[in-house]
């Protein structure tokens, strides 16, 4: 059975007050696209072709306006109501009637991945769809995250959720590769004391049932989760810097689609005449000849 995708785009996006006021942190733009691309993009580039976006009732409208059913990326969007963030484990039970029992690949909508052999170590992880993985990126500040506590086997000891003493500087990032049971465990979760359905309880659910891997994203690697203003400025200066340097986009959307073959090049010169002229547009122009 084919995995599926959700992106979870909620969330109350507190830290970025008052930018947030009126529209949602996964809008804003990273450099020269909106940062709901970026998820998309890892999501497209693992092989995944049906995507369920979640998010509120405001920002829900716009997301479907944006991107649409996804046929001009080769993909099938669908989209899903939050009524109020309760947790990133709550997506998989929101998501339920979308997934029917498919393993899911769950990314939040304000995190990008970047490195050299990410399609590789993206396409490992998904093709093991009775294996669950977790991937883990060190960072300077584990206490604001999952923190992954190592055995002497270099394989998962323990997760522990925003510590005030963290294990060490390894923690969860926002993409989890889960199989066909994640809905029925997530569904038996308790509401910790912050009110929500944790993801690290889920984690910690088939870490039990010693049926979770870790994949270290080390050294050629780089990962944001935007939800500050200075992790979302520290974004924008990478993939500017990255583009501009490499002559190479991050998260096209479109490229993704014509490198995996999922749309033609006439749809893709279609699309292109409806653009308006930008940088954007001369870099898809390229990929007609």
């Known amino acids: 059975m084919n995995r599926k995708g959700i992106i979870l785009a909620g969330g109350l996006n507190t830290r970025l007050f008052p930018i947030t006021k009126v529209i949602s942190k996964q809008l804003l733009p990273v450099y020269d696209k909106p940062l709901i691309y970026y998820p998309i993009s890892t999501l497209m580039l693992t092989g995944i072709k049906e995507i369920l976006i979640i998010s509120d009732k405001n920002n829900l409208p716009i997301y479907k306006k944006l991107l649409g059913n996804g046929k001009n990326f080769g993909v099938k969007l669908f989209y899903k109501l939050q009524n109020k963030p309760r947790g990133i484990a709550e ?36 093709l093991k769809i009775n294996k669950n993985t977790i991937f883990a990126y060190q960072v300077p500040n584990p206490k604001q995250f999952g923190v992954v506590e190592f055995n002497q086997k270099k394989g998962i000891k323990s997760i522990e959720e925003k510590p005030k003493d963290p294990k060490s500087n390894f923690v969860v990032t926002g993409l ?97 005449k409806e653009y308006p002229e930008n940088q954007y547009k001369n870099y898809l122009k390229k990929m007609l000849y």
């Open 176 to 272: 989890y590769f889960f199989d066909k049971n994640a809905v029925d465990y997530a569904s038996k979760l308790n509401f910790s004391q912050r009110g929500e359905l944790e993801i690290t309880d889920l984690n910690n659910i088939y870490l039990s049932n010693k049926n979770l891997s870790i994949e270290i994203l080390g050294r050629g690697f780089s990962w944001f989760d935007c939800g500050t203003p200075d992790l979302l400025y520290q974004a924008q200066s990478f993939v500017q810097l990255m583009q501009n340097r490499n002559m190479l986009q991050i998260g096209c959307l479109e490229e993704i689609a014509i490198g995996n073959k999922w749309i033609s090049k006439n749809l893709l010169k279609k699309m292109i």
């Open 91 to 126: 997506a998989l039970i929101i998501g339920k009637n979308f997934l029917k029992k498919s393993p899911v690949a769950l990314i939040l909508g304000d995190n990008i991945f970047y490195g050299n052999n990410l399609l590789k170590i993206l396409k490992k992880n998904s």
